[in-house]
């Protein structure tokens, strides 16, 4: 048969198709004649590549991690997988209330009220004949001048603006005011876990050797038959011998096995690296300790000599070394942390159990978004993410915040960005948020109560023209040099400890 490209609308549902190893999946298909494995980390959330068999269902968007696969196309143009994503995120965005702004409404009333007060002042009392015209247009102007809103226009703008560029200096990008203001009433923070609370690739965690195999020797031989493989767990096997130093053998006849592992030969002798379920002749000492490893949340490979079992390797995918300290900031803050991930229960659990959280696991999008519509419905919430899969809920939460290494999808849909990728940025940026609420306030009150004072004094005749020059000028640089003063960001405290 002739291999020819055709454009992704032309796909149709019994279409034919293949992807190479390392290449996406365009259209959502059924897997054909062999097993293979998928990373479907951008999609679901699962930390490590998932194993299917011929006739299982894929969605667009998986990437083929091991080999050359064909597909059946089984979805229209504009009906995979990514296309119900992006319909998710337009219905979340359709869902979401925009933020009125208290200055804007009240500028409305305001303002014509002083404009109409000052004319009042000026007509009324002369026609009424208790004065003559130029002391009461006089004290009109001046009521008029005293009522300029110059302060109260900027101080709401001054602060977000100074909130904004502190932010930037740190490391976070807020896409304006309304972000900032919906950050400073956030009480939970939901947060997806692969890529976010943890750093999405797997590592090392444990080396079991069954035998008299030390555990350098196991790791080496195991390196060896790994090396040069683009697998997601290869490469973390390696990269620990290197990070241990260790001198690799040279392997031959190196085979992947697809959805099971790779067979390699080592000085004439032959090897495999095999999951559990594809090893053969484990006892049941060692069965019970693979399924040891696999409740705390590890995935299992088994090194074997020919058939027979030298050991295990546990691997997974660890947390962001500054997550712990993160949610235990934002917990001393008086805000909640949730996990919501598409990732397996077990491996889920784990990682809730190190940072002391609820989570809710096996997640697909459209879950992910009844989540945080249900969670929002008690407290205002921010939903953290890096993949495709996050960004429905990250446009359905009160404000959606990304990593800085997710997704273009994820970056698009955000309110917000951790350009560092650092958690810790987040409880500085929530305390930075509601500081800036703080002054908005404050800048509002003294730039009314100096107003009400002055027009009072002005109606009573005790100030002049040239007082309310100086009362006007006076409130606008106090509630700027006020707003200022966020631009010097106030180290977070680490949190006590209980």
């Known amino acids: 048969a002739q291999r020819v490209a055709v454009p992704l609308a032309a796909l149709q549902p019994g279409d034919i198709i293949e992807v190479a190893a390392g290449g996406r999946l365009p259209v959502d298909g059924e897997l054909l004649q062999f097993s293979a494995s998928f990373d479907e980390s951008a999609l679901t959330g699962e930390s490590l590549p998932v194993s299917h068999q011929p006739g299982d269902r894929l969605m667009a968007g998986a990437t083929s991690v091991d080999r050359l696969v064909q597909i059946k196309v089984t979805s229209l143009p504009g009906e995979s997988a990514i296309d119900r994503i992006l319909q998710l995120i337009d219905e979340a965005e359709s869902h979401r209330a925009p933020a009125e702004r208290f200055i804007d409404r009240f500028s409305r009333i305001y303002t014509p009220a002083i404009m109409l007060l000052a004319l009042l002042v000026m007509v009324v009392p002369p026609l009424s004949g208790l004065g003559e015209w130029q002391p009461w247009i006089y004290k009109g102007l001046t009521l008029l001048l005293i009522g300029c809103p110059c302060a109260l226009v900027i101080s709401t703008p001054a602060a977000v603006t100074s909130a904004l560029a502190s932010a930037a200096r740190q490391g976070v990008l807020l896409k304006g005011g309304a972000a900032l203001e919906q950050l400073s009433r956030v009480q939970v923070i939901a947060f997806d876990k692969t890529g976010t609370l943890t750093l999405g690739k797997p590592q090392v965690t444990a080396i079991h050797a069954f035998g008299q195999t030390d555990e350098a020797a ?63 002749r484990l006892s049941d000492q060692q069965r019970q300790r693979v399924m040891e490893y696999e409740r705390e949340g590890n995935t299992v490979v088994i090194l074997l000599q020919a058939d027979r079992p030298l050991g295990l390797l546990a691997l997974q995918d660890r947390l962001r070394e500054e997550a712990a300290a993160a949610i235990d900031q934002l917990r001393a803050a008086g805000i909640a942390s949730v996990m919501l991930t598409g990732d397996n229960p077990r491996a889920a659990a784990a990682i809730a159990a190190e940072l002391n959280i609820e989570y809710r696991a096996g997640l697909l999008p459209a879950d992910k978004v009844s989540a945080v519509r249900a969670l929002s419905q008690q407290q205002p919430l921010a939903m953290v993410g890096d993949g495709i899969n996050d960004a429905p809920a990250m446009k359905a939460a009160a404000i959606g915040i990304a990593m800085g290494s997710g997704t273009d999808v994820a970056l698009e849909t955000a309110d917000a960005a951790l350009t560092q990728n650092r958690l810790t940025l987040l409880p500085q940026t929530v305390a930075l948020a509601r500081r800036a609420r703080a002054i908005v306030l404050q800048n509002i009150t003294l730039a009314l109560g100096l107003k009400a004072l002055f027009l009072l004094t002005t109606l009573l005749g005790l100030t002049g023209l040239w007082l309310a020059v100086l009362a006007d000028s006076g409130a606008t640089a106090l509630v700027t040099a006020n707003a200022l003063r966020l631009l010097r960001q106030p180290p977070v405290r680490p949190p006590r400890l209980s």
């Open 218 to 280: 196991l790791l080496r031989l195991a390196a060896a038959a790994e090396r040069g493989s683009g697998h997601p767990l290869a490469q973390a096997i390696v990269a620990e011998a290197a990070k241990r130093q260790l001198t690799l053998p040279d392997a031959q006849q190196q085979q992947a096995l697809a959805g099971s592992g790779i067979r390699a030969s080592i000085d004439g002798v032959p090897y495999q690296l095999l999951t559990p379920r594809a090893a053969p």
